[in-house]
């Protein structure tokens, strides 16, 4: 099996070809497909990643969610190993660029920063690479990881929804014991769903 050094150079190099436009257009099909399934309406609090150039246009789904009055979260680089989310209330930020160069909200305000009273949620999760089986390789930082770890530790209920463009669904992902599985994912083109979550 590829490693996933490997796995990941493959993904980006093969993703690095795209013109913009196509991040866009899977984007806007993928969040028109979300708004249709049946977890949907059952989440009033949305986390989403704000996209990075080689990754699906997350724009059309924060603009739906905030149309659909959802409570929107969305991530802040709090040091080398964390991520907080902070809750947004326009598409237009206010933004600043964070660690990675990536869109993060500006705010600082403890009133807007995610509670254990705003679950359950269905959290858009990003990656490198997908499988069938909904594993997931991410880009390695283990943000994501121990973000997903904490909210277990506290018993809160979330639903887990791999986002990504249609290329980096692979046949394989090298999996390690504490990886955890998607419920879902969902690409330009069609929704990998788990047991139950057809």
């Known amino acids: 099996m590829i490693s996933k050094p490997a796995l990941r150079k493959e993904i980006k190099?093969?993703?690095?070809?795209?013109?913009?436009?196509?991040?866009?257009?899977?984007?806007?099909?993928?969040?028109?497909?979300?708004?249709?399934l049946p977890i949907w309406p059952r989440y009033g609090t949305i986390l989403l990643f704000l996209n990075d150039p080689l990754e699906l246009?997350?724009?059309?789904?924060?603009?739906?969610?905030?149309?659909?009055?959802?409570?929107?979260?969305?991530?802040?680089?709090?040091?080398?190993?964390?991520?907080?989310?902070?809750?947004?209330?326009?598409?237009?930020?206010?933004?600043?660029?964070?660690?990675?160069?990536?869109?993060?909200?500006?705010?600082?305000?403890?009133?807007?920063?995610?509670?254990?009273a705003d679950f359950p949620g269905l959290i858009m999760v990003p990656g490198v690479a997908f499988d069938r089986e909904r594993n997931r390789m991410g880009h390695g930082k283990g943000y994501y990881d121990r973000f997903l770890a904490g909210l277990d530790e506290q018993g809160l209920?979330?639903?887990?929804?791999?986002?990504?463009?249609?290329?980096?669904?692979v046949p394989e992902i090298p999996t390690e014991v504490w990886d955890k599985k998607m419920d879902a994912i969902c690409t330009g083109s069609e929704y990998i769903a788990g047991p139950g979550h057809e």
């Open 57 to 116: 246009d997350t724009n059309p789904l924060l603009e739906i969610a905030l149309q659909d009055k959802k409570q929107v979260f969305v991530p802040k680089t709090v040091d080398a190993h964390t991520i907080s989310f902070f809750h947004i209330y326009t598409p237009a930020g206010p933004w600043r660029y964070g660690a990675f160069d990536i869109r993060e909200p500006e705010t600082d305000r403890i009133e807007d920063a995610l509670k254990p």
């Open 157 to 169: 209920s979330y639903f887990m929804l791999g986002l990504c463009m249609d290329a980096q669904i």
């Open 13 to 36: 190099a093969l993703l690095r070809a795209f013109p913009v436009q196509r991040f866009h257009e899977e984007g806007v099909s993928a969040a028109s497909r979300i708004r249709g």
